[in-house]
């Protein structure tokens, strides 16, 4: 079983910043590519960011050049830092990752964490 919980989302003003979490947890053997996705109210779900295990970033058009994405392997985490927050970043944002489970190596599993608000308003 594998289990992803997100942490740090929160009110901020426009203009802030925050950083969010992701840790991953159980039987993990391998975390390839990680992400980041937030639904709106009475929107769809959309991609934010991507990290592949190696590192490599992939941003939305919307967030390039304001949210940074990295991940630490040593630790199962990912993180998430939002800088120049606007109205229109407020969302449920979540967690998304794709392991190879250690009970079964040649199997990779999609995950999903509970997702953590966040609110940028005055």
């Known amino acids: 079983q594998v289990q992803l919980v997100e942490s740090g989302g929160g009110l901020v003003q426009p203009g802030g910043s925050l950083r969010l979490s992701c840790a991953a947890s159980?039987?993990?053997?391998?975390?390839?590519?990680m992400y980041w996705y937030r639904q709106a109210p009475g929107k769809e779900r959309e991609l934010v960011a991507g990290?592949?295990?190696?590192?490599?970033?992939n941003y939305v058009d919307s967030v390039k050049g304001r949210f940074t994405i990295s991940r630490d392997n040593a630790k199962n985490t990912m993180y998430l830092q939002m800088n120049s927050l606007k109205p229109e970043d407020t969302a449920v944002y979540y967690c998304?990752?794709?392991?190879?489970?250690?009970?079964?190596?040649?199997?990779?599993?999609?995950?999903w964490g509970q997702g953590t608000l966040v609110t940028v308003s005055s």
């Open positions: 998304n990752a794709r392991v190879i489970d250690s009970s079964d190596r040649y199997l990779e599993i999609e995950h």
């Open positions: 990290i592949t295990s190696s590192g490599t970033p």
């Open positions: 159980g039987s993990i053997f391998r975390i390839n590519t």
